[in-house]
Every structure is written in structure tokens, then in C-alpha cells.
């Protein structure tokens, strides 16, 4: 994908030379990048009174895991719970969400049925709804349904997505027509092509969009805020932003808590780094 | 394929998952289906319904009174009116300043990044970080960078070069640079790697042939990238700006809103519309009329997505 060549004990001593400012540009942004979440890491090591101090402490002086000991076990703080619901919504979510998705694509991609072309039209201009015009009617529906505070409200509204439907019918129809003959030879039916055929050959878009809707819902934000509103429901980013009303002025309470929100996330981007940044080209390649 | 009739004899049993059954295609539909009526196709007809009602929690009547909310929206001497227009003029604002910036600095980052140096992988995965992390990590830690006080960037000013204290979180205009560097910081990874992939689809032979005809690296960029990212660009900046327009996590934990509703945007005023005062049906229609200004830039994307259907489908 991007890759002219890589960098190595071979590279001229030449190229390495002109290279250098390039370097430079990119070592001085990425400090300014990383600044924040060192800043974050390194409050949350540092005594209350050592937080606010001036000079400026880079390192902790005297390095405690107070915060974190305090906000994991406040009565109040309900970081653990938080993230709990976080994952277990995510992971709910995420499998229906997928699965809907496949079993919606497969038959858009590779049958022949009396409106096929209008149907997968329809669901592809849905996409063309803005959120904010759904939220308050299902918002309504969820009062209706006595989902407030529910786990059925943080998943099933958003399950039966457009562009799922859309980015794996476009993979699942660049799939050879031959292999899923062969397999109709001998003798499987359509489920049994999904299941062997299809499925195994698409794996790096079904991580691709797995990837993408558990980020979606890890990082939802604006439809939790309204429909798990008690502490137990919660999840993590709203969560964390009633514990930052909370801890406003404790800010080494206030960054531990933040670093446990954000640590889980930053270790399982680097673990699927990969997947996440070729989907991302995947999904906005215009050539 | 004549022998496909040999395996399926049984023409007609409504649940076999072989071609011989029409229904097939419609039960993989079946599920999705359902969903999709239920939480996209119903709740948009519901919320015009709602929008041409006083809606009530706590009544089952709910009274018609026809297009009074969206008139409403357009009669300045109503509460609604202003502070609808006032936010989405802050949304525009956020809007026009920051597209350029996650625009140009994800353009610069990924030509600095496209061909090879030390540590490129590195330096990728570190731009591209932030957009991880939930709007409210983002914002809890910006709004601490920018505290008056403590916060990191007024410590530096005054430490390093003497400067006063800029109460960034409470003074107007200058609230909007923890949310637009926040906003940087946090999304322009996104736009570089979009960015890297295309770059990656541009031929080396086309920087030859520019290279034999003596052009500098300035007048590459300007004559050949730039040109040839064309279509990314304008896929990039069409999906910035609608998710700029959907402006809500970092106004609402950065600043508040504030001060004085100078960084409320659109979203959280419908929001605190809705939830706050209970207005559910003047709130639907502010949904409905943000939504229509909204289509435009959808009807773009999903022009500029559908493209990329029919190119796929030429190959």
C-alpha cells in the first residue's frame, strides 16, 4: 500500500543526510503529539499538591498510585462498571451489527431477485439521514418500549446499518463467480457458500468493519448521554465526564481516571493497528 | 448448471437455502430488515409527526399544531429562534476554521510521511493515536491543557516566555482554541491516513517523467500531487465538514458551551432543546431543519461514494 522502499542499515549515507530535516519536522510534531497523554500519565502519578506546582513538574517528584487506588475504589467513582457496560455494549453491538450486515450483503451481491436493486438503494440513501434526525423519535421509542437504562437501548437501535450493507455487498461482489459454482457442484446450499466460501475469503473486511463498529460504540457518546443516564448503566465517556464535574479540581484523580479510560484503548490500537489504518483506506479509496 | 437441477428436486420447500426456493434472498434480507424499518425508515416519519405536534411525555393526546415549531425557527422574537441561529453560526464558525486545518495539516503530515524515513511506522501510529481515544478522554485532557490556572499551554506562556495568562475556557473567541486544537489533535490522524493510501495510488513514473523534465519538489507537489489527490481531497473535505457540523462531545466537556452559549453548537442545542427543557417537538423540527441544510453535504458524499460503487463494479 504506501511503501516505496523501506529504511535500513543499507540506505545510503547520502539519503540519510537529506532526510534529516524531514525527520526533524516529524520528531518536533510527534513530541507536541504525544505532550497531552504523557501530561495526562505523568499527573496521574503525582500527589495532589505536586499537580498544580510551578515550576513545572515534567516527572513525578514523588510518584504514588494513590489516584488510582482512591478513583478505582471510590463508592462513587464507578470506573470498573463503566467499563464494563463499555465492552460488553461494544461487543453486543458489534456481533449483530456484523451479522445483520453479512446476511444483508450476501444476497445484494450475489442473487438474483425481484427487487433487489431498489431495496439495496433504499437502505443505501438512509445513509443520507442525518443522526440528529432520528435521536429524539428513537429516543421516544425507547421510553415507550421501557428501555431507559437498559442494555437494549445502547445496542439495538443502531444495528441495521447502511454502510455495513454497503462496503461488504462491494467486497462480496469483487469475489470470483467460479469458486461459489464449484461449491453449488457439490452440493452446498447458499448458507454453506456464505459460511465456507464467502466468509473465509473476506476476512479483512469483516475485521474492517468489526473494527469500525466497535470503535463506534466504544466512543459513542451523544445517544448514551440521554438513554443510560443512571451510574450503573453509564457508559465510559459519559461516565468520565460526570467523574470530571465530580473531581473538577483534583486533577491527579481527575487524569487516572482518564488514563484508565484511555489506556485499554490505546494498547488494542496498537495490537490492531494495521487492520484499523488499511480499513480506513480501505473504506475511503477513491481509485 | 444442468446439473444443478439434479441436486435441488425438491422445488418449492419454503425453507431449503437452495436456489429452488424464491424466498432465499428475502429471509438473509429478513433480520436486517427489520431493524432497518424499525430504528431508520420508522423514527424519521415519526419525527415529522412529532414536529407537527405538541408532544407531551405525559399525555397519550398529543395536539396538532401543523408547522408552529418551524415557524417558530423563523420568527426572531422567539427564545428558540435565536438560540438556534446563534448556535448554528457557531457550528459554521467551528466549521470554516477548522476543515482547512485537519484539511492542509493531514495533507502536510502525510507528505512528510509518505516516503520512507526512520521510524515511519512510528511516527504514523503516534499521529494517528489520538483518534481513539473517546471524545471525553479528548476533552477532559484539553480542557486541562488549557486550564487558566494549571493548565499546560498558560504554565509554558508564563514560564518560558513571560507571557500573561490567557483565560482560554472563559473568554470568548478564545474559547474556540481548545476545541479547535483539541479537534486537530484528535481527528487530523484520520484525514493523513486517507491521505497516505492515495498517495500511494499515484505512479512513480509520473515523478520521473517531471524529474527529466528538471522540476523541483515544490513544483511537483504543486503540479502533480496536488492535482492527482484531487478527488481525495474533496472526499476529505466533504466528510471533515459534516463531521464538523456534527460538533457536540468537545463543546460540551471543553467549555460547556460557554461562555455566554459562544461555543454551543447546533447538536447540543437541540439536545438541551429536547432533554433539557423537554421541548421534544420543537427540537424535532430544529432536527428537521438542521438535517435539510445537512443533505446538502450528504447528497455529496453519497455522490462521491456511489462513484466509487460504479468504478468498482466496471472492474
New interface residues.
Given amino acids: 500500500m504506501v511503501s516505496s522502499g523501506r529504511y535500513s542499515r543499507s540506505t545510503p549515507r547520502w539519503r540519510r543526510v537529506r532526510d534529516l530535516p524531514r525527520f526533524i519536522v516529524l520528531a518536533v510534531l510527534a513530541v507536541i503529539f504525544l505532550a497531552p497523554l504523557y501530561w495526562m500519565l505523568s499527573t496521574s502519578f503525582k500527589p495532589e499538591a505536586e499537580t498544580i506546582s510551578i515550576p513545572v513538574q515534567w516527572i513525578p517528584k514523588n510518584p504514588t498510585l494513590e489516584n488510582y487506588n482512591e478513583i478505582i475504589n471510590s463508592p462513587d467513582g464507578k470506573l470498573l462498571r463503566w467499563t464494563w457496560n463499555s465492552l460488553f455494549t461494544a461487543f453486543a453491538f458489534t456481533f449483530v451489527h456484523v451479522t445483520l450486515c453479512v446476511l444483508a450483503a450476501y444476497p445484494l451481491s450475489r442473487m438474483r431477485f425481484k427487487g433487489r436493486e431498489i431495496w439495496f438503494w433504499f437502505i443505501l440513501s438512509s445513509m443520507m439521514v442525518p443522526g440528529i434526525v432520528t435521536l429524539i423519535p428513537t429516543y421516544i421509542m425507547m421510553l415507550q418500549f421501557n428501555w431507559i437504562d437498559t442494555y437494549h437501548a445502547l445496542i439495538w437501535p443502531g444495528v441495521a446499518g447502511g454502510f455495513g450493507v454497503f462496503l461488504l455487498r462491494q467486497f462480496f461482489s469483487t469475489l470470483p463467480r467460479e469458486l461459489e459454482e464449484a461449491a453449488r457442484m457439490d452440493g452446498a446450499n447458499s448458507l454453506q457458500i456464505l459460511l465456507f466460501v464467502i466468509l473465509p475469503l473476506s476476512v479483512p473486511v469483516l475485521v474492517t468493519l468489526g473494527v469500525f463498529s466497535f470503535m463506534g460504540s466504544w466512543n459513542n457518546y451523544v445517544w448514551p448521554l440521554y438513554v443510560a443516564t443512571s451510574p450503573d448503566m453509564q457508559t465510559l465517556p459519559v461516565g468520565l465526564t460526570s467523574f470530571s464535574q465530580r473531581y473538577v479540581t483534583e486533577y491527579g484523580k481527575l487524569m487516572a481516571g482518564t488514563a484508565l479510560a484511555a489506556i485499554p484503548v490505546l494498547v488494542a490500537y496498537l495490537l490492531a493497528q494495521r487492520y484499523l489504518e488499511q480499513g480506513i483506506a480501505l473504506t475511503g479509496m477513491k481509485e | ?1 444442468t ?2 437441477s439434479d ?1 435441488s428436486p425438491r422445488r418449492g420447500r419454503l425453507f ?4 429452488s426456493n ?1 424466498l ?3 429471509l ?2 429478513l ?6 424499518l424499525v ?6 416519519g ?2 415529522l409527526w ?1 414536529s407537527f405536534h405538541r ?1 407531551d ?1 405525559l399525555s397519550d393526546q398529543q395536539e396538532f399544531v401543523g408547522l408552529t415549531f418551524y415557524r417558530n425557527l423563523f420568527d426572531p422574537s422567539t427564545p428558540q429562534s435565536q438560540f438556534f441561529w446563534k448556535s448554528l453560526i457557531n457550528t459554521t464558525l467551528f466549521t470554516l476554521i477548522s476543515t482547512p486545518l485537519l484539511v492542509g495539516a493531514a495533507l502536510g ?1 502525510a507528505v ?9 511506522a ?9 483518534g ?6 479528548m ?7 488549557f486550564d487558566n ?2 493548565g ?1 499551554v498558560n ?2 506562556r ?2 518560558f516566555w513571560g507571557l500573561p495568562v490567557i483565560q482560554f475556557l472563559t473568554t470568548e473567541g478564545w474559547a474556540w482554541v481548545p476545541i479547535i486544537v483539541g479537534t486537530v ?1 484528535w481527528t487530523v490522524g ?1 484525514n493523513m ?2 491521505y ?6 499515484i505512479s ?1 513514473s509520473v515523478y520521473e517523467a517531471a524529474d527529466i523534465d528538471g522540476a523541483g519538489p515544490w513544483a511537483k507537489f504543486r503540479h502533480i500531487t496536488v492535482p492527482l489527490l484531487a ?2 481531497t474533496l ?2 473535505t466533504v466528510t471533515t465538514v459534516l463531521a464538523s457540523f ?1 460538533l ?2 468537545q463543546s ?2 471543553i467549555t460547556n458551551g460557554g461562555p455566554a452559549r459562544s461555543t454551543q453548537s ?2 447540543m442545542y ?2 438541551e432543546e ?2 433539557g427543557n423537554y421541548q ?1 417537538s420543537s ?2 423540527a430544529m ?2 431543519v ?2 435539510a441544510l ?2 446538502v453535504f ?2 455529496i458524499q ?1 455522490r ?6 460504479n ?3 466496471e ?1
Fill in positions: 448448471m446439473r444443478a441436486w431449503a437455502l437452495n436456489d424464491p432465499v434472498p428475502y438473509y434480507l433480520p436486517h430488515a427489520a431493524f432497518f430504528f431508520t425508515v420508522y423514527p424519521v415519526y419525527g412529532v408532544w411525555l503530515l512528510l510521511l509518505y516516503r520512507p524515513i526512520f521510524g515511519r512510528v511516527f504514523r501510529a503516534i499521529f494517528f493515536m489520538p481513539i481515544l473517546s471524545v471525553s478522554v476533552g477532559i485532557l484539553w480542557r486541562w491543557m490556572q494549571s499546560l504554565v509554558i508564563q514560564e489533535w484520520f491516513t486517507l497516505l493510501a492515495a498517495l500511494g495510488g512513480h478527488p481525495t472526499f476529505i456534527q457536540f462531545g460540551q466537556v447546533v447538536i437541540i439536545t429536547a432533554f421534544l427540537a424535532s432536527a428537521f438542521f438535517g445537512m443533505l450528504t447528497v453519497f462521491l461514494m456511489v462513484k466509487d460503487l468504478t468498482s463494479r472492474r
